[in-house]
Each structure stands twice: as structure tokens, then as C-alpha cells.
């Protein structure tokens, strides 16, 4: 049996652009306490409401290239002209403490992610249709007709990539995603190989003092 540590676990959530997966992030984070957001980092500007330090961490795309040069970013990537990293940091200290880490990045920094760490959970968000997605974009109202055809685009090729994750959560109602996604998180923890060895081992003690105790284990070494 692989031995595995009693850590958190890190999940990566992607999707394309409008597709609604901070929405769902945020109801995940709600509803299931043991979970930790990673804040990433971003050379885009702000848009309305959003707050530095809370939903990104905005840097200029000259201080953005600069702590890639110092291996800052656990991964990073462009995406419609923008800079998006993970920032390395707390991350290990998180996952070290046994919450679970959930990285809302953009698809080429998830593939980077598995690359390097194959154990990563990995959650593509689709939305319940094209139209729908189209609709969503064109609905935020803070962006130009051209950008919002370019993230269409590139959401279009993404769907591609979708094989590349281990599951799919379409977002139809955000409850009912929010809900399939912790439910991934909790199957995860149950899987055999993510239990600890320590933990087997007690139970193989406690069965071998259960034998002794009814006479049935006599002499020999139990191999389970």
C-alpha cells in the first residue's frame, strides 16, 4: 500500500471564460469549510468590484515578469493577453495543515499543474450550453465586442481539452454544481490509495489482538 500523508488535497477548477466557475468556487467555499482558496495573480486590470488582494492580486505586467524571473508562480500563463499565476507561497502550508487547497486557474496553467503534480484533482466547468456561454459574456458589460469574440474563440477551442481533467461539472444551477464538486472532494478522500499507511496498520494490530484473544490466531503471521 502506498503511503500517503494525512494533507490536504489540491484541486485545480478551470473552465472557459463565462462559464461561471468562481461562482461556484465561491458556494464550494461556503458550504465546506475544510477548503482554502488560492488567490492568483494577474496582470489584467480589475473589474468593477473586484478587490486586490481578495479575488486577485493585480500586478503590472513588468512586476508579473519579474517574480517569474525569481520562480514565484507554482504555474503561470497568457490568456487573452493577460498574465495569470499561482503564486507558491502558502500553498504547501496549507495543504500541510490538512485543508484542501482549490486552484481556480485558467487551462493552460492546469495542464502545467498535472505535469508536475499528477496526484492534483482536476474539475473542467461547462456551462449548460454554447448559447449560453455567449450569452453570459456578452451579459458582463466590461468588455469591447472584439475581446468578448476572442474569448468565445478561445473558449471554443478549450472544450478540447476537456479529456485532459478527471471530472466534468456542468453549471446549470450553482447549488446543484457547488454540491457535485464537494461530493468529488469527499469520494476522493475515501479512495484507497490516499489512505494512510499508519491507519491500516492499527487495524491489522487490532484485528491479530482480536484473533489472539479467540484462540483462532496461533502462531502464524496473519498477511492481509
Known amino acids: 500500500m502506498k503511503k500517503t500523508k494525512s494533507e490536504g488535497q489540491l484541486i485545480v477548477i ?3 471564460s463565462g462559464c ?3 461562482t461556484i468556487v465561491q458556494e464550494v467555499l461556503k458550504t465546506n469549510k475544510k477548503t482554502w482558496l488560492s ?3 494577474t496582470s489584467r486590470a480589475p473589474r468593477p468590484g473586484e478587490v486586490n488582494g481578495k ?3 493585480f500586478l503590472k505586467s513588468e512586476e508579473f515578469e519579474k517574480r517569474i524571473k525569481e520562480n514565484r508562480f507554482l504555474e503561470y500563463a497568457k490568456y487573452s493577453d493577460n498574465y495569470y499565476g499561482t503564486p507558491r507561497d502558502v500553498i504547501q502550508e496549507k495543504l500541510d495543515q490538512g485543508i484542501d487547497v482549490i486552484l481556480e ?3 493552460q496553467g492546469a495542464l502545467k499543474i498535472k505535469e ?3 496526484e492534483t484533482i482536476f474539475i473542467f466547468i461547462l456551462p449548460p450550453t454554447i448559447k449560453e456561454l455567449k450569452r453570459r459574456l456578452e451579459g458582463r458589460n466590461t468588455e469591447t465586442k472584439d475581446k468578448i469574440t476572442k474569448r468565445f474563440l478561445t473558449a471554443y477551442k478549450e472544450l478540447n ?3 485532459k481533467y478527471n471530472y466534468v461539472v456542468v453549471n446549470d444551477k450553482v447549488d446543484i454544481a457547488a454540491k457535485k464538486v464537494n461530493s468529488i472532494l469527499l469520494s476522493e478522500k475515501c479512495r484507497v490509495d490516499r489512505i494512510e499507511q499508519s491507519y491500516l496498520n492499527s487495524l491489522e494490530e487490532e484485528l491479530h489482538e482480536i484473533l ?3 484462540k483462532v490466531f496461533i502462531n502464524e503471521k496473519l498477511d492481509i
Open 20 to 22: 461561471g466557475k468562481g
Open 14 to 16: 478551470s473552465g472557459p
Open 161 to 163: 481539452e476537456i479529456t
Open 105 to 107: 486557474i485558467e487551462i
Open 116 to 118: 508536475m503534480l499528477e
Open 212 to 214: 489472539r484473544e479467540d
Open 55 to 57: 479575488d486577485y492580486y
Open 39 to 41: 488567490i492568483s495573480c
